[in-house]
């Protein structure tokens, strides 16, 4: 018998095969990168942006520094500062300088107040000086006292805080010679309803009448400045229980609540009392120490040829 033998040729796959349903291996594929290419040459070189961000950055710094701003200091209070143009603080002190404010005076200003350095200077700084120059009639030359006297006034509102305590005041009778000056432009931060009214009423609470409460802050101006709590009550309190003192007396010297209390008041009242002597507000207060003694001994020595008669 003739055996035929037939040689199996290879048939084509089936296009469900998996050689690994077959031979239990896993296929090969070949790894995907983590990190491509273009990634990672981005995380370790820095691009154009970032430095030129980070220079500015830098520059805005030394220019700070070169005001006498504390540039840590500046940014914490006002974050804006960081995104701000350089341009944008230049501007400001541009605007300053033009009203004659030195460029020492502007950063001890600026550092009391970071937020004038990212303000707009047409919206936010300048009407505060036309106001100062138009409505409370303060002389250009000026201007820069009351700046430096007062800074909070770049940061008042006109139409919200300024307008409103010009009006009180010179319904008070802060007119003509008495007029708010260079000096006084101080009591146009204080706002009417919570500063300035309750002094008003307090003052008028100890038995004056409106009319002497005008007279006596005009007077001293001063007076519209001092905390009820920490200034008027104590003095107050050491006037009319220690020194037995009269209102009157206040009446014809508001200066009294000016002085300080523990360094001065009670000292000069003590000395007189431990020598049996006695001066008015006026004279008690205003003189300088050496005065004081030389006027002390003048009293003494009158007081010794009194007893001798």
Do not use: W
């Not at 100062?132 to 007062?150: A, F, G, H, Q, T």
């Amino acid at each position: 018998m003739i055996l035929r033998m037939q040689l199996l040729l290879p048939q084509p796959l089936s296009p469900h095969y998996s050689s690994s349903s077959t031979t239990g291996l896993n296929p090969i594929s070949t790894p995907k990168p983590l990190i491509s290419r273009k990634a990672l040459n981005s995380h370790h070189t820095p691009t154009t942006t970032t430095v030129d961000s980070g220079l500015k950055f830098r520059e805005k710094i030394l220019y700070l520094e070169s005001l006498k701003v504390n540039p840590t200091k500046v940014l914490q209070k006002n974050p804006n500062l960081r995104s701000a143009p350089l341009s944008s603080l230049q501007s400001v002190e541009h605007c300053l300088s033009s009203m004659g404010i030195e460029q020492s005076a502007l950063g001890r200003i600026l550092d009391m107040f970071p937020q004038l350095l990212t303000a707009d200077p047409s919206n936010q700084i300048y009407p505060v000086f036309e106001f100062l120059l138009n409505d409370v009639e303060i002389p250009y030359s000026d201007i820069r006292k009351c700046i430096i006297r007062c800074p909070r006034l770049l940061v008042s509102g006109v139409e919200s805080q300024l307008k409103p305590a010009l009006e009180f005041l010179i319904k008070l009778g802060f007119v003509g010679a008495n007029r708010i000056t260079c000096q006084t432009t101080v009591l146009l931060v204080s706002n009417v309803d919570h500063t300035l009214t309750p002094k008003i009423d307090f003052l008028m609470g100890l038995g004056f009448e409106y009319n002497e409460v005008a007279k006596m802050v005009i007077r001293s101006p001063a007076l519209l400045t001092f905390s009820i709590e920490n200034n008027f009550m104590p003095k107050l309190e050491y006037f009319l229980e220690e020194m037995n003192g009269d209102l009157e007396e206040l009446k014809r010297f508001p200066q009294y609540f000016s002085f300080n209390l523990e360094g001065k008041i009670k000292k000069r009242h003590r000395i007189l009392v431990e020598h049996g002597l006695s001066l008015p507000l006026s004279k008690m207060l205003t003189v300088s120490d050496g005065e004081f003694n030389a006027r002390l001994i003048e009293m003494q020595l009158e007081l010794v040829e009194e007893r001798q008669l």
